[in-house]
């Protein structure tokens, strides 16, 4: 338990004297689960992903179709709202950016937000720039392997901090929903899930904005 203390305060130190550990945060090497309500059981067969609202076409593809969409992997840092915060995860999956260079999807330029949807009825909104940006990921791995089911399995939106990228804006973790299942592209902003019950609705983390 000593040597383990000992190589997460190291561990620390070197992440705060590179800039990289946000104030009121600190490092762990675990992956705490939180979230609220059950945990649902993937079903491949009945799987499916919706993008609508403000955009020039809906798109749905199922589990097979999905993971043949074009994928990016993505080294970040993470930092969860209850204060915890880990480092250097790889995240692969699909990158909103890359659906729209490529041209599988075209959202119309009314849109200003983003709302993801998850099972249960569970959401969250972001800032459409934020959603676009190379730092959120609809992500289907984590660290080489398909993300548990406690952390979002078969698919959730990640967000987090990548060194080197301090222009881009970088939202606590419940920004990015577990067990995502559509996105609406929105004219206006509306308040997700953890917003509606208090929590900060932009939620930058070197800003500190936990709570609104």
């Not at 067969?45 to 955009?55: L, P, Q």
């Not at 692969?92 to 949807?117: C, F, N, W, Y």
């Not at 940006?133 to 406690?150: K, Q, S, V, Y």
Request: proline content about 6%; aromatic content about 14%.
């Amino acid at each position: 338990m000593f040597n383990m203390d000992g190589d997460r305060r190291k561990e620390e130190e070197r992440v705060r004297s590179e800039g990289r550990l946000p104030p009121g945060q600190s490092l762990t090497l675990k992956f705490p689960v939180l979230h609220y309500g059950p945990v649902p059981v993937f079903n491949a067969a009945a799987w499916d992903f919706r993008v609508w609202g403000e955009v020039e076409q809906e798109k749905r593809w199922d589990w097979n179709e999905f993971n043949q969409l074009p994928r990016s992997k993505i080294k970040m840092d993470i930092h969860c709202v209850t204060r915890w915060s880990k480092f250097d995860t790889v995240w692969e999956g699909v990158s909103l950016r890359s659906l729209v260079d490529s041209g599988l999807l075209t959202i119309k330029p009314t849109a200003t937000h983003v709302m993801q949807h998850a099972e249960y009825g569970f959401t969250v909104n972001l800032p459409l720039e934020v959603a676009l940006a190379e730092n959120f990921l609809l992500a289907t791995h984590l660290n080489g392997i398909p993300i548990d089911a406690d952390h979002g399995y078969p698919l959730r939106g990640v967000v987090g901090f990548i060194p080197g990228h301090e222009g881009l804006e970088t939202p606590y973790f419940w920004k990015g929903a577990k067990w995502l299942r559509s996105l609406e592209f929105m004219p206006r902003d509306r308040r997700g899930f953890w917003e509606q019950a208090g929590y900060h609705n932009r939620a930058d983390v070197w800003k500190e904005e936990r709570f609104g």
